[in-house]
């Protein structure tokens, strides 16, 4: 096959934007699509309520979800394979060579090809895949699943193909498009309960699983302008089978997607087990999950995007201290806004959930169980962070054997702890099981990194700037707790109730703690705290660096 033409358009120049700079950006649309995510789960559950008909449908959703989401979202192995090799192969200022432009086609060939069979094989065995991963399940409520499933079957071959597209234009540093192409699948399912408000009498959910699918068919559309004006084709071809530069991307990505598959494979145990409680008790760690994606899903896209280039480019070319820098900048500065909103999610989950969710078919109880599995699962946002970013430096590194085994381990201490758990916390006990799970492999990945590839990460520097910080979060804490009692009766006695009163709650205790937190960490002096101070221009004379 003959290599294609150079004559590809010109690429702009682009000039690497900082850390901060790119993170704030990516963030503020990130921000704007979870609110709209937010939203699209508020229509939901108001149609549904955490019922059989929601149960279905989050059963069945977790399939295409791991294709657009896990496979092909920003950070899944696509966009990191892809990064990862072609950010060598591709400066930002030029337009791709004819070996990036014919391994980016071979790369979405033989991506179309293997997820257009997955896509047929789900759609004909939609119900016994789901009577497998939930046996003992309400098979009225699996057959509607299968339903769903079957309607979002092709959602398989777009997400693959999303991630390819997510890969190749962040190489460019084009951060808007793939960070706000996720809402497209927000705005499809909005627009669809807004235009058939009758679909929740007919009670079978595929209202939804159509939407599903028409928002990947929009995200998949929004890709391509930028993915073309790089210079870039979708014409099919195969010219760089044997290359090089496609073994490393196989090398990263299959390894990354076994990883991955774990780790949905611990999303089914938790089916398993909730599937054996109450009805609309799966619904309920669903929304936990999107509430605390809601923070953590902005925090992760925002620093994660920007650096894990810098982390390729540090490893290829050893510098170690630049590693080092970006590393520690990212997870502390992740910390640092998690640590006040992991602070107020405690004190503040339920009345947050009864204002902004309980209308409609989603009553007291629904409440009960959502605020159960959100407290339980908030403290996953710590670990979480250095996960994923430790995650990133092995990836760049051109390994992901290591996170793959250490989610081989995960699994199935996944599955003990729901056994041990579950029992004595119900619904809590899976969202626990998250949380020490999440902690469990930030331990293992720390201890690997080393061992393996013989790089220190600034641990001991990172752990004293943790430490200022949660002593900061904990006065807060301290502080709010008790505020939250008299305040409370204060708002009875000037009969304040119901929304009002919860929602007074909220904004005085948000409010005082982000001033207390925030002056406590200016007073404690922590580095990366101190960073971010001062982007918005509060700098201080000189950085305290101990």
Same mark, same amino acid.
């Given at each position: ?15 690497? @934007? ?44 977790? *399939?295409?979800?791991?294709? *657009? ?48 069979? /997955? ?9 016994? /895949? ?43 540093? $084009? ?38 699918? #028409? ?27 044997? =290359? ?57 896209? #925002? ?16 510098? %170690? ?5 970006? +590393? ?6 992740? %910390? +640092?806004? $998690? ?11 339920? @009345? ?18 959502? !605020? ?6 908030? +403290?996953?946002? /710590? ?47 899976? !969202? ?32 004293? =700037? +943790? ?13 709010? %707790?008790?505020?939250?009692? @008299?305040? !409370? ?58």
């Amino acid at each position: 096959m003959p290599p294609l033409p150079d004559a590809a358009p010109e690429a702009p120049a682009r000039r690497a @934007p900082s850390l901060l700079r790119a993170a704030g950006l990516i963030a503020v649309i990130t921000v704007l699509a979870k609110l709209l995510g937010a939203l699209r789960d508020w229509q939901i559950f108001q149609a549904y309520g955490a019922s059989i008909t929601s149960d279905a449908y989050f059963a069945a959703v977790q *399939i295409p979800s791991f294709a *657009i989401v896990l496979l092909g979202g920003l950070g899944g192995p696509f966009h990191t394979a892809i990064v990862g090799v072609f950010s060598r192969l591709i400066d930002a200022g030029e337009r791709p060579s004819t070996l990036a432009r014919q391994l980016a086609s071979t790369v979405l060939t033989l991506t179309g090809g293997a997820f257009s069979l /997955l896509s047929i094989l789900v759609f004909f065995y939609a119900e016994p /895949l789901l009577r497998a991963l939930l046996p003992g399940g309400d098979p009225a409520m699996i057959a509607m699943a299968a339903t769903h499933l079957r309607i979002m079957a092709p959602v398989m071959l777009l997400g693959g193909v999303i991630g390819v597209f997510y890969g190749l234009v962040n190489v460019y540093h $084009s951060y808007v498009w793939p960070s706000l192409s996720p809402a497209a699948l927000n705005v499809a399912m909005i627009l669809a309960l807004i235009a058939f408000p009758e679909d929740p009498a007919h009670a079978n959910g595929n209202l939804l699983a159509w939407a599903t699918l #028409a928002g990947a068919v929009f995200q998949v559309a929004l890709q391509l302008p930028d993915f073309l004006r790089f210079g870039f084709t979708l014409k099919p071809s195969l010219a760089a089978w044997r =290359s090089i530069e496609l073994r490393q991307i196989g090398e990263v990505l299959f390894p990354m997607m076994i990883g991955v598959t774990i780790g949905q494979l611990m999303t089914y145990v938790d089916m398993l087990f909730a599937a054996r409680l109450a009805e609309g008790g799966w619904s309920a760690v669903v929304l936990s999950n999107r509430l605390l994606q809601l923070p953590i899903g902005v925090l992760q896209t #925002a620093f994660l995007v920007p650096v894990f280039p810098r982390f390729s480019r540090a490893v290829a070319d050893q510098r %170690w201290d630049d590693l080092r820098r970006d +590393f520690r900048m990212g997870v502390v500065s992740l %910390w +640092f806004i $998690s640590l006040p909103i992991l602070t107020l999610l405690l004190l503040l989950s339920e @009345p947050a959930i009864r204002v902004a969710f309980q209308h409609g078919r989603f009553d007291a109880g629904d409440t009960r169980l959502v !605020t159960l599995a959100l407290v339980f699962q908030a +403290f996953q946002m /710590l670990p979480y962070f250095a996960r994923d970013t430790l995650t990133r430096v092995f990836y760049a590194f051109q390994d992901s054997v290591t996170p793959m085994l250490v989610g081989f381990l995960a699994i199935g201490v996944k599955y003990l702890l729901n056994a041990a758990l579950v029992s004595h916390y119900g619904i809590g006990g899976i !969202t626990l099981s998250t949380t020490l799970i999440t902690l469990l492999n930030m331990t293992v990945l720390a201890i690997a990194l080393k061992g393996r590839h013989g790089v220190t990460l600034g641990v001991a520097a990172m752990a004293r =700037s +943790f430490g200022k910080l949660a002593i900061a979060a904990g006065v807060t804490g301290l502080a709010l %707790w008790a505020l939250t009692d @008299p305040l !409370t009766r204060f708002l009875i006695a000037r009969g304040l109730q119901g929304a009002g009163a919860d929602l007074t709650l909220m904004a005085v205790v948000s409010l005082a703690g982000a001033a207390l937190y925030l002056a406590l960490t200016w007073a404690l002096r922590v580095p990366e705290a101190d960073a971010l101070f001062a982007r918005v221009g509060l700098r201080r004379n000189r950085l305290n660096d101990a």
